[in-house]
């Protein structure tokens, strides 16, 4: 139960009978306007923006916004569910619903084992949420870690909002860095029939992370690849070390109950059977008229070390809302990133895949709007990209920066982060801050039992519910916690002013789930989940010093199956949250 789309649709009511008289234009786009918690809870319980949204529509049937919300809000104080609907400001509606709604709710909440979820939706577009794809150059580090965990945990929102999801993973496996990955892991491998290699050469990868490699290549091939040229034994080499850095990948992913369902591969562009995707998808925009050969001004500031005063393979990207037009081949005649990722993102189109997000680190800022033209051109304006950009993490102990691993060489990898604090504390933290904002993520302050710690915060509020309804049935023995049996409690007692506020946060959580999934933004089931935590240490406290608001009544056993009843309620929301997030709910705090 929505009670926020419920509304939505209420309103819309209204709002086509104000069409029919013909008051309002007859075409009017009844999607465009929200109904949604007000900011200030003492304003009422929905806040809708129709009369604002329709302003200018609203003239000459309506002289102001105002006046078309005096309207409505007149009209919704007739329905039996309203107490009262004011107009605010210059036009919003407020509205405060009657307290039998909000047992409605409870109700729905108990009896919907997955309340809050949204059925498929029969002929939706299918999404493609691209997110790590780190190179296959070494273990993950931290940074790789949060768009991991956010790639992940808004895939899984947008499949329990309905949607068809497909979570893919990009390998970079093509390329200059994976022929220094190679000639690094050949290195190893010398070392490992015994040569000593000294220290290891700038421009090389020194982790010890590749040890384990080149004694599996010397173990697999002895010393034949000694005798071989380097024209022979690279591609050899550069295959059996992708590999072994994408298991190294997977294991990573694993440890933090990350999947994926496609790992697609960049080489597979210009070598899979036989047919270069690149060099077509090219030839396709040129035949368009939108690839021409040119050359393109001096960047501003500063010129990069690769700019080239030349004719170029060009792409008309500033005729879909790039600042520039952008390159396609090199001087050598070799691919740009750039021509590649346009054929990899026009195989996703010829996928099926109409919504397109890629979760990208900070540093690739300013490569968004040149894909978004890509995909733009490629779907002749019918699919969309959505960029989301992760920013940095800063890891610190106790205040203090940490940054050097001997396995990885020059940082701290993601694997040793949940080796020390655990999954849950690393997936919560990084989802609770918004993905453009800096994370400072403190390895000593995510593992503290206090309420400084949000995941400890969330995790020991449910576990603390779950403790409500073992003592429920020390109390009461026979009590019925069925959903069935809680769903029939006499609700109806729950007046109270913090359990009304309870309810009517457990009332939001489709509507947060709603809006998480639209905007793309998974910490917004975070800040939820914790604001919903907080709510209910503040409700239990309170029964400290009031014993008449303890969830356990020893002489009142109506109450407390009613009590009981939210309780259970609420903690079914926490753990719903917490699994989206891919964080634990825990039966009891050790």
């Known amino acids: 139960m929505n009670i926020f789309a419920d509304f939505q649709d209420r309103i819309a009511v209204i709002l086509r009978a104000v069409m029919a008289e013909g008051r309002l234009p007859a075409d009017l786009d009844l999607a465009r306007f929200v109904v949604e918690p007000p900011r200030d809870p003492s304003h009422g319980d929905l806040s809708s923006n129709a009369a604002m949204v329709y302003a200018r529509e609203a003239k000459p049937g309506f002289s102001s916004p105002r006046e078309l919300a005096t309207y409505l809000a007149f009209q919704l104080a007739e329905d039996p569910d309203v107490e009262n609907a004011e107009v605010a400001g210059p036009g919003f509606i407020n509205i405060r619903l009657r307290p039998h709604v909000f047992a409605a709710v409870l109700r729905a909440s108990l009896l919907d084992a997955d309340y809050g979820r949204v059925a498929p939706r029969p002929g939706a577009a299918k999404v493609n949420v691209e997110y790590v794809s780190a190179n296959p150059t070494g273990p993950m580090h931290v940074g790789h870690g949060r768009g991991a965990v956010f790639g992940d945990a808004l895939a899984n929102i947008l499949a329990f909002a309905g949607r068809d999801v497909t979570r893919e993973y990009y390998i970079n496996d093509a390329g200059a860095q994976v022929d220094v990955l190679a000639r690094s892991a050949f290195l190893r491998y010398r070392e490992a029939l015994g040569e000593s290699v000294g220290e290891i050469p700038e421009g090389l990868y020194p982790g010890d992370y590749l040890k384990p490699v080149g004694e599996a290549l010397a173990k697999a091939h002895g010393p034949a690849l000694l005798a071989l040229p380097e024209a022979q034994w690279l591609p050899q080499v550069r295959r059996f070390a992708i590999d072994a850095m994408m298991d ?23 070598e899979g059977d036989g047919v270069d995707a690149v060099r077509a998808v090219i030839e396709d925009l ?30 008309k990207s500033t005729d879909f809302g790039d600042d520039v037009d952008r ?71 106790e205040g203090q920066p940490v ?49 400084e710690n949000p995941v400890f915060y969330v995790q020991y509020a449910h576990a603390r519910g779950r403790s409500v309804l073992r003592q429920a049935k020390a109390a009461f023995p026979d009590l019925a916690d ?64 009031q014993s008449h608001l303890r969830f356990v009544n020893e002489e009142r056993r109506d109450l407390t199956h009613a009590r009981v009843a939210l309780v259970v309620s609420l903690t079914r929301v926490l753990a719903s949250g917490l699994a989206i997030l891919g964080v634990h709910a825990p039966e009891e705090m050790r």
């Open 403 to 451: 940054t050097m691993s001997k396995r990885a060489g020059t940082f701290v990898t993601l694997r040793e982060v949940v080796d020390e604090v655990g999954v849950d504390a690393v997936r919560f933290m990084m989802l609770f801050r918004k993905n453009d904002a800096t994370l400072e993520f403190d390895l000593a302050k995510v593992i503290e039992q206090s309420r």
């Open 286 to 315: 040129r035949a368009r008229g939108i690839v021409y050969v040119g050359r393109l001004p001096p960047p501003k500031g500063q010129l990069p070390d690769d700019w080239e005063d030349r004719e170029q393979t060009l792409f």
């Open 327 to 397: 390159a396609l081949m090199k001087s050598d005649g070799s691919y740009t990133y750039f021509a590649s990722d346009i054929a990899y993102h026009k195989s996703k189109i010829d996928r099926g895949f109409a919504d397109m997000i890629d979760v990208w680190g900070a540093d690739h800022g300013g490569y968004v709007k040149r894909m978004q033209a890509a995909v733009k051109a490629l779907s002749h304006g019918r699919a969309s990209l959505d960029v989301k950009l992760c920013q940095l993490v800063k890891l610190m102990r």
């Open 248 to 270: 190294m990948i997977r294991m990573d992913l694993a440890a933090m109950n990350i999947r994926h369902d496609v790992f697609f591969s960049e080489r597979s562009l210009t």
């Open 482 to 545: 069925d959903a069935e049996s809680l769903a029939g409690a006499s609700l109806d007692l729950l007046t109270d002013e913090g359990e009304a506020s309870l309810i009517q946060l457990i009332a939001q959580y489709p509507r947060q789930i709603e809006a998480a999934a639209a905007a793309h933004e998974p910490h917004r089931v975070a800040f939820y989940v914790h604001e919903l935590a907080s709510a209910f240490h503040s409700h239990w406290n309170r029964g400290k010093d």
